[in-house]
């Protein structure tokens, strides 16, 4: 490659090249894919003081709370519809639904937007913290729980000595009281 005097500007072809070097050198610094391929990744969030993993195929995407209208006659863990690029985005409290009690007020609450076949719907959480990764051999059955949430938890992972129940969005949606939001 030809060198330029400083503030010259590359050509298009320049620009691809380089932008080519450079995602290969980030790619030489990834774990080899055995290693990704022993590691589980989902998204983690709490939910009344319980911390617990999402699927990565499950959540669609992660919002902050959006403002919504509120809807007359249905049960009290429904929020209300929310507008959404075009879509009507009914949000349900996660936690209320479950009987932990409603999300705490503050601007750590998020929603994760659950689009599964005809389903198309929002969960407001306490918090969202981003990607978690576990390695896939620390994976523990469920523990029994008493709660509501013991059908939709598939397994466990313990990191410093917190428990992180796996949470399925998709079991969660094929539950037939979810789906019952009439009074």
């Known amino acids: 490659m030809t060198t330029r005097p400083q503030g010259a500007s ?34 983690g969030f709490r939910v009344a003081g319980q911390w617990f993993v999402a699927p990565m195929g499950e959540v669609a995407e992660v919002l902050r709370e959006p403002r919504s209208s509120r809807v007359p006659g249905v049960q009290p863990w429904v929020c209300g519809v929310a507008n959404l ?10 936690g209320r639904f479950l009987g932990l009690g409603s999300a705490v ?19 407001l959480v306490d918090e969202v913290v981003g990607l978690q990764h576990f390695a896939i051999d620390s994976l523990q059955p469920a523990l ?40």
């Open 144 to 183: 029994p729980v008493t709660d509501a949430a013991g059908p939709f938890v598939q397994g466990r992972f313990e990191r410093d000595h917190d428990y992180w129940a796996i949470f399925s969005p998709f079991a969660l949606a094929q539950a037939p009281g979810f789906l019952d939001v009439a009074l």
């Open 10 to 43: 590359l050509t298009a072809f320049e620009l691809l090249l380089d932008i080519d070097r450079r995602c290969r050198l980030l790619v030489a610094d990834q774990p080899a894919s055995g290693d990704r391929l022993r590691q589980w990744s989902g998204i």
């Open 85 to 94: 690029r075009g879509r009507l985005l009914p949000v349900m409290d996660l």
């Open 105 to 123: 007020p503050g601007k750590q609450r998020r929603v994760l937007v659950l689009d599964h076949e005809a389903l198309f719907v929002g969960l």
